[in-house]
């Protein structure tokens, strides 16, 4: 009899068990979705719904995820959406770009030139790293800026100019950090043109588009060293006059003091580069045909137009 009750006994204890495990997993906690990305016939459904369920504890298994699968690209962009959340109720303690960075960077650093997918992907993830603001991956943009191609600079018309233009926007979040603003610097001052494609109209918009891209970065940097190459970049190319205006607006007051200078006359980097480009001639002798005065006003004018755009009363006088 004892026997019996003990088969008994076990026997419902089995079944307890078998009913315990027999149990679905609870499709509102992403433990149960992550458990199923290693499932080839699961993977995208679970994806799916780590997207909707928004917990930042998928972040670190999504990556291994978006790198066994080809790099795909909706999982890089529900990284990114889980990971550019703000601190909340549920998940307290956003944005969480920790666990995401490791996958950004590599988007952005290990793109294939050529491949629209590919770059469309490292677009994504400079934008994402620049509203992360880590410092660790300031290096990160700056290779991304500064991209070859068998030793030589990648075509001004290529597809892959998109991600420098979009390293160079992120990195205007990071104005604390000299390389950053060196490095936007440099892509400003240099023209990317050859004699190749000098006259060719799409490749001097492209290049204009690229030093555009920089003087915007420089101006959302703040820093004080970006403050000198954007007002000789104001006379430099017209192209991209509006976007240096724009950068040299952003810099705020510590503007005024060098445009009143420039617009004076009182400037000299400034009336170096005039002179060095021949624009700074002394007009009081006349100007027009047969004469030198080939920008008459052309310094004043533009350092009154951003004096302008400051409301600089101190210009006033």
């Known amino acids: 009899l004892m026997v019996r009750a003990r088969?008994?006994?076990?026997?419902?204890?089995?079944l307890f068990l078998l009913t315990l495990s027999g149990c679905p997993k609870d499709p509102y906690e992403a433990e149960t979705w992550i458990d199923k990305l290693d499932d080839q016939a699961e993977v995208q459904k679970?994806?799916?719904?780590?997207?909707?369920?928004?917990?930042?504890?998928a972040i670190a298994p999504?990556?291994?995820?978006?790198?066994?699968?080809?790099?795909?690209?909706r999982v890089l962009r529900v990284i990114i959406g889980l990971a550019d959340?703000?601190?909340?109720?549920?998940?307290?303690?956003?944005?969480?770009?920790?666990?995401?960075?490791?996958?950004?960077?590599?988007?952005?650093?290990?793109?294939?030139?050529?491949?629209?997918?590919?770059?469309?992907?490292?677009?994504?993830?400079?934008?994402?790293?620049?509203r992360a603001k880590d410092p660790s991956t300031a290096q990160v943009l700056i290779a991304a800026v500064n991209k070859t191609h068998n030793g030589k600079a990648l075509p001004i018309t290529d597809l892959s100019q998109n991600v420098r233009i979009a390293a160079m926007r992120a990195l205007g979040n990071f104005g604390n950090d000299d390389r950053a603003v060196e490095t936007l610097i440099k892509v400003l001052r240099t023209d990317p043109l050859i004699d190749e494609n000098r006259d060719n109209h799409e490749a001097q918009a492209s290049a204009a588009r690229v030093r555009g891209a920089a003087a915007n970065a420089l101006g959302s940097t703040r820093n004080p060293k970006?403050?000198?190459?954007?007002?000789?970049?104001?006379?430099?190319?017209?192209?991209?006059?509006?976007?240096?205006?724009?950068?040299?607006?952003?810099?705020?007051?510590?503007?005024?003091?060098?445009?009143?200078?420039?617009?004076?006359?009182?400037?000299?980097?400034?009336?170096?580069?005039?002179?060095?480009?021949?624009f700074s001639a002394d007009c009081s002798r006349g100007e027009g045909p047969g004469t030198r005065c080939i920008a008459p006003g052309a310094l004043q004018h533009k350092a009154a137009i951003v004096l302008g755009d400051l409301r600089a009363r101190e210009a006033v006088p």
């Open 7 to 14: 088969m008994g006994t076990g026997l419902v204890a089995g």
């Open 46 to 57: 679970a994806v799916d719904r780590l997207a909707d369920l928004q917990d930042p504890k």
């Open 226 to 278: 970006a403050l000198q190459p954007l007002l000789i970049s104001l006379y430099e190319v017209e192209l991209i006059f509006p976007k240096v205006r724009g950068a040299v607006t952003r810099m705020g007051a510590i503007a005024v003091p060098e445009l009143v200078r420039v617009f004076e006359g009182e400037h000299p980097e400034v009336n170096k580069f005039a002179t060095d480009k021949n």
């Open 62 to 73: 999504l990556g291994k995820v978006w790198e066994k699968h080809n790099r795909s690209s």
């Open 85 to 130: 959340q703000p601190s909340n109720p549920r998940f307290p303690g956003g944005p969480f770009w920790a666990d995401a960075i490791p996958v950004l960077s590599k988007a952005v650093s290990e793109f294939k030139l050529g491949d629209s997918r590919s770059v469309e992907d490292a677009i994504a993830a400079a934008d994402a790293l620049g």
